[in-house]
């Protein structure tokens, strides 16, 4: 009886070895991994509870689980639902997955959409695409958000934290819409507060629970006018054009920026007080070697000068008249006049290279790899597709994983296969 109950203990364990050893190489084993990884160490020990320790240490440390794009032969569905756990979750394939590649069911492109579409649902596709939007959006940067208590005295860590989650409020609502309107983050005129915000920003919402408060046309135009965005790309005590026009030009707009040939403070305290910010920075940055960049730089940021160091919205600056009109150079060297944020935004989300950028982006960080590897029309086919969804991001997301995870399969992309 003892040694029937010890055999069915050792099956157990080699059973329970098998499954970590399949879940790690996203794949069932062949008949010679199966020897090499579990029954050899099953022999080589007396205890089976040490040989379970070692399938463990040895598939963790296994090139097959470590490195996700070891080529396998003749097994195309194992490799693209290992692509779709990646892309989506940063994981491995969880039971529906496995099961699908292992009856040979996702090696065409309707299944692939089908098991995008069920795992977009997962929290973990959530939490990955909301990292997205942090670091596409510079959140995870060390910034600074605390103002001069003088100034902004109802402005504190709490404002900070409240803010912080409006923003991610404001995002998923937008991505996790029916519409997934790409356009709304940089065109929605509302923001997520709760009362102490509210109160700050010159509106009135009961309670700590956040609502969906509408501002005045003009006045705010998504992200580009987040006060969680504003107040990181801004002074202790005032805006700053050149911390702003940075972020948008590299952000929004996906331009690259030279870094400066000589690094400049910016001296508040050293220019004359009467100046407004816009005049400050228009004379720190006046030398021709700066403008090479500034010229796109402050074109950008002074159209944000309608907001102060907690965005909040103001027609007057040290006692002067906010101007927040600019002419902006585009790359193709087209002079357009900008009247503001809403200006701004409306041309940011019409404009082919910004939106191409975001998809740029948007791939690089789903897949860990830039969209020039996977074919030299591949952003040019997933902008097309973008443009032609108007511009689902939710969309986007299943078309990025679905060319990631059939790359290199062999099998069509088109979408009747």
Not at 113 to 135: G, W, Y
Not at 195 to 221: C, H, S, W
Not at 378 to 405: G, P, T, W
Request: hydrophobic content about 35%.
């Amino acid at each position: 009886g003892a040694r029937a109950k010890d055999a069915d203990k050792v099956k157990r364990l080699k059973h329970f070895s098998k499954s970590v050893l399949e879940r790690a190489f996203r794949r069932p084993l062949s008949m010679e991994e199966s020897k090499r990884y579990m029954e050899t160490r099953f022999e080589e020990v007396e205890s089976p509870e040490v040989a379970v320790k070692r399938v463990i240490m040895l598939a963790l440390k296994s090139p097959q689980f470590l490195y996700p794009n070891l080529p396998i032969k003749e097994r195309d569905a194992h490799g693209i639902t290992a692509r779709l756990a990646l892309g989506l979750w940063d994981s491995i394939p969880d039971e529906q997955l496995l099961k699908a590649a292992n009856l040979g069911k996702i090696t065409t492109r309707t299944e692939v959409v089908t098991q995008a579409r069920r795992m977009l649902q997962d929290q973990r596709t959530r939490s990955k695409v909301q990292a997205f939007f942090r670091h596409w959006l510079d959140m995870d940067s060390e910034h600074d958000l605390m103002k001069d208590s003088k100034i902004y005295p109802d402005f504190g860590k709490k404002s900070i934290a409240d803010l912080r989650h409006s923003l991610n409020l404001f995002i998923d609502e937008i991505v996790w819409s029916q519409s997934s309107d790409y356009r709304q983050l940089l065109l929605a005129r509302h923001l997520p507060l709760n009362g102490p915000l509210a109160k700050l920003y010159g509106k009135e919402v009961d309670g700590e629970e956040f609502q969906r408060i509408k501002f005045e046309p003009g006045q705010r135009a998504g992200l580009i006018t987040h006060p969680y965005l504003l107040s990181s790309f801004a002074y202790p005590n005032n805006s700053s054009p050149i911390h702003r026009g940075v972020f948008l030009s590299r952000q929004m707009l996906g331009r690259a920026l030279k870094p400066p040939p000589e690094a400049v403070s910016f001296k508040d305290h050293e220019l004359d007080a009467d100046l407004s910010m816009r005049e400050k920075v228009t004379k720190v940055t006046s030398d021709k070697a700066c403008m090479n960049c500034h010229g796109t730089i402050n074109s950008l940021g002074f159209t944000l000068e309608h907001y102060d160091a907690l965005g909040r919205w103001r027609k007057i600056e040290n006692k002067k008249p906010v101007n927040a009109t600019s002419d902006y150079e585009t790359e193709d060297g087209k002079k357009i006049r900008l009247q503001g944020a809403r200006s701004l935004a409306e041309f940011a989300v019409n404009n082919e290279r910004a939106q191409k950028a975001f998809v740029r982006q948007l791939f690089q960080y789903m897949v860990k790899q830039p969209v020039d590897a996977y074919g030299e029309k591949a952003l040019e086919n997933l902008h097309r597709h973008f443009k032609k969804n108007q511009f689902n991001i939710k969309s986007l997301i299943i078309e990025i994983i679905c060319v990631s995870s059939m790359h290199g399969t062999g099998k069509p992309l088109n979408e009747n296969t």
